[in-house]
């Protein structure tokens, strides 16, 4: 599977941006901007808020004539995650190396926190740091963000950083289009992931599907040769046959997210027009996806109650075995060993797919939500703040990153890395990024998201026909998005 999405991302034209400065020309604004600093007693940037009281860390003197800068991030993610801070903080000192040999007068260190909490109580507690002017240099957060941040000025624009950096050219391009609005660059990609159909290969075999038909599954949807309607057949054979209990044989994840978007994608759907940057809702493709979840509730291999379950019990259920077939993430499968007791012999079993397409012939989906570290507008040292990131960014990080917590590779050099070559999954799945969606960038993303899945709430718990949800939610986004959505 590497060779082969290897061999088609060879042949992509890669864009070379003109307009680059020179690293040495920006040490030298450095220099002089912190001499300035320090003769005006200037601070350095302030803490994020949190449980402990913030307040400004300021440049000190290290070695004489050399000052030192601390700057702070804040990052989110499973314990098995923590190389989203912890490459940051490691990459200090290979900035530290560059800027002596530039003979820069400045030196960094970093501060901060890496955070296992919800994402909701995770972006809220950095939006209030940002209006008290009390947020990081560096925040680490969904791609999606960009638009509503730079909306409301949180974060800057770093085309004149990156675009002068080797790291520019070996990101794969798709994920700078990720972070990419109003044609300037907005953040720097810190991992992406592809979200699978997984199943139990065993419970195929119980089946009486043989080890070749297990194999050519995941072709099979990649070909458009199995549709959503043979998975909901599928899902309902492992549940007549005792495999999985009833309501078990087809989970979603159990709260809100952007994996549902798979399924509108499979049938056609759109979600923003390249011409304009609007939202775009199809109303036919809404309506099949709804239908389509409709169908699994009144099959009995969806339970009416799954949308709001509690993570632990979804994970704990998926582990054991007592659920047929489910869409999650890649990087679960290093949760499920790390926290669920996932073993060696159950990851081998573990079966993966695209997600199918709604319609024979068409190719199966995913969807792809990169991480992204933004610099933020309240940082007084944005230029370090932005080589630091880029630091952090290298084949050797990046991959260390990706194997442990089972992230795809963001650059095309880290394939060539033995620790992600010798990588069972991510090498089966690394052919998913071609056929990955992202989800818009826009401000108003956030009100069409909630619309979107309150019919889909809806409707899984059976208040709503697929009919009523879709009107439902046009009116919603007519009522309050108006001419920043365009309904087909």
Known sequence: ???????????????????????????A???????????????????????????????????QGVQ???????????????????????AVERLNQKLEQEGANVRVQLEGTHEDRPWD???????????????????????????????AGHIIPLDEYVKDSPVYQDVFP?????????????????????????????????????????????????????????????????????????????WTRPQPGVDFYMFYLAYGGAMQDPETGKLVLDKQALLKEYQFFARARELGVL?????????????????????????????QVAEWQDQYGLSDADVQDLGYALLPAGEKGQPGVTLSHPL?????????????????????????????HAVESNHLAIMKSQLDQPAYKENRLLGDLAYMVEYAGFVPLHEQFGNYDQAIYRGLSAVVAGQMTPE?????????????????????
């Not at 809220?124 to 969904?142: N, T």
Request: net charge neutral; hydrophobic share 40%.
């Open 1 to 27: 599977m590497v060779g082969r999405w290897t061999e088609r991302r060879s042949r992509r034209t890669l864009r070379v941006v003109g307009g680059r400065a020179p690293w040495r020309a920006l040490a």
């Open 121 to 151: 109580e995770y972006k809220q507690r950095f939006i209030l740091a940002a209006e008290a002017g009390k947020a990081p240099d560096i925040i680490l957060s969904g791609h999606e963000d960009v638009a509503p941040w730079a909306a």
């Open 174 to 250: 798709t994920l700078w289009e990720s972070v990419t609005l109003d044609g300037k660059i907005w953040g720097i990609p810190q991992d992406t992931e592809a979200r699978p159909l997984y199943f139990w290969k065993s419970h195929l075999k119980q089946l009486g599907w043989t080890d070749e038909q297990i194999a050519q599954l995941p072709e099979r949807i990649e070909k458009g040769e199995f549709t959503l309607d043979d998975l909901l057949d599928l899902a309902k054979q492992l549940q007549d046959r005792g495999i999985v209990p009833e309501g078990q044989g087809l």
């Open 303 to 331: 339970k009416p109650s799954l949308l709001g379950t509690d993570w632990s019990i979804w994970h704990r259920t998926v582990t054991s075995k007592q659920v047929g077939l489910w869409v999650g993430g890649s990087w």
């Open 68 to 90: 030192t800068v601390t700057l702070r991030a804040m990052t989110i993610g499973k314990p098995t995650e923590h190389w989203r801070f912890d490459n940051l903080k490691e």
């Open 29 to 63: 604004v450095l220099v002089a901007s912190l001499v300035l600093l320090a003769g005006c007693g200037g601070q350095g940037s302030q803490a994020p808020a949190g449980d402990q009281e913030a307040g400004g860390a300021g440049s000190s003197g290290g070695e």
């Open 372 to 400: 992204v570290y933004m610099v933020t507008k309240y940082s007084q040292h944005p230029e370090l703040a932005a080589r630091l990131i880029l630091e952090a960014t290298n084949p050797e990080f990046n991959t260390r």
């Open 468 to 488: 009523q949800a879709v009107d439902t939610v046009v009116q919603q986004l007519q009522s309050q998005l108006r001419d920043e959505v365009i309904i087909r």
